[in-house]
Antibody
Framework: EVHLLESGGGLVQPGGSLRLSCAAS????????MSWVRQAPGKGLEWVST??????YYADSVKGRFTISRDNSKSTLYLQMDSLRAEDTAVYYC??????????WGKGTTVTVSS | QSALTQPRSVSGSPGQSVTISCTGT?????????VSWYQQHPGKAPKVMIY???KRPSGVPDRFSGSKSGNTASLTISGLQAEDEADYYC???????????FGGGTKLTVL
């Protein structure tokens, strides 16, 4: 069974940094495109970033501040978040992509940016 | 990266049908057959209900169907059931620069 488990969320001050992890199991991680999607409190879903075998993609709202990466040997996806702002407060989900859709989602990890 | 446009809410009685629209542009919905729909119950992770405009993952009831015309995609739920009450989000591929764009979400109420 495909399973994704996010971790690394927490409370951080504005301007601070945080690294999220997403541990994958039940599938050949290296073969799949992976994404991060976030949801601010009471708001809708917002795509954050995607990584395939050789390229990375970012939403304009996080470009230059967030970095997506993967360690295929550990079947783990990462999101390094720097220069955090209050508007980055959200639940962050990782998702495994199927044929141009987000097939399996983790349960999410909560990031709160506040002083 | 403008969000796709969805109605904020729709409602229907058990057994009825409802349709949720998702309007984008020729750069996203109209330009690719990569529209997907996600169901999200409160406090839960999203779940894919439709992908590739019309395809249904295994395990999703055939009461759920998708379509597209021009820059507008639609999700139709027939034979409404109480458990269908949830938020629904459309999503479209938007090219190698913008990549993904989501709709603002629609709250479905089963009366």
């Amino acid at each position: 069974e495909v399973h994704l488990l996010e971790s690394g969320g927490g409370l951080v001050q504005p301007g601070g940094s945080l690294r999220l992890s997403c541990a994958a199991s039940g599938f050949t991680f290296s073969n799949y495109v992976m994404s991060w999607v976030r949801q601010a409190p009471g708001k809708g879903l917002e795509w954050v970033s995607t990584i395939n075998r050789g390229n990375t993609y970012y939403a304009d709202s996080v470009k230059g501040r967030f970095t997506i990466s993967r360690d295929n040997s550990k079947s783990t996806l990462y999101l390094q978040m720097d220069s955090l702002r209050a508007e980055d407060t959200a639940v962050y989900y990782c998702a495994e992509e199927g044929d141009y859709f987000m097939d399996v989602w983790g349960k999410g990890t909560t990031v709160t940016v506040s002083s | 990266q403008s969000a796709l446009t969805q109605p904020r809410s729709v409602s229907g009685s058990p057994g009825q049908s409802v349709t949720i629209s998702c309007t984008g542009t020729s750069s996203d919905v109209g330009g690719y057959n990569y529209v997907s729909w996600y169901q999200q119950h409160p406090g839960k992770a999203p779940k894919v209900m439709i992908y590739g405009v019309t395809k249904r993952p295994s395990g999703v009831p055939d009461r759920f169907s998708g379509s597209k015309s021009g820059n507008t995609a639609s999700l139709t739920i027939s034979g409404l059931q109480a458990e269908d009450e949830a938020d629904y989000y459309c999503c479209s591929y938007a090219g190698s620069y913008t990549y993904w764009v989501f709709g603002g979400g629609t709250k479905l109420t089963v009366l």
